[in-house]
């Protein structure tokens, strides 16, 4: 079985930033990709990054130039920086890890972006 665990969710004021980390555990051979989703209230779940194992990286239009992810793969860890923050971009932030064996959701973690 894998684990996947997000951490690093909070509040903050528009235009802070916040960094969201999360690891991936347990039965794992190779992570092809790993990404992080979000959901607002009343809306679908979208895709916010994501990263393949060979660091090619795919952001959705409404993220880019202010977030950055990243991955540790000796680690089976994933980070998304977070800068530059508006209103809209607060969510519940969910980390993905998509192996051969199956795709592997996170529990959540909120992020809250007011004033």
């Known amino acids: 079985q894998v684990q996947v665990v997000e951490s690093g969710g909070g509040l903050v004021q528009p235009g802070g930033s916040l960094r969201l980390s999360c690891a991936a555990s347990g039965t794992i051979n190779s992570i092809l990709a790993m990404g992080w989703y979000r959901q607002a209230p009343g809306k679908q779940r979208e895709l916010v990054a994501s990263?393949?194992?060979?660091?090619?990286?795919r952001y959705a239009d409404s993220v880019k130039g202010r977030f950055t992810i990243s991955r540790d793969n000796a680690k089976n860890t994933v980070s998304l920086q977070m800068n530059s923050l508006k209103p809209e971009d607060t969510a519940v932030y969910f980390c993905?890890?998509?192996?051969?064996?199956?795709?592997?959701w996170g529990q959540g973690t909120q992020v809250t972006v007011s004033s």
């Open positions: 990263i393949l194992s060979d660091g090619r990286t």
């Open positions: 993905n890890a998509a192996l051969v064996t199956g795709t592997y």
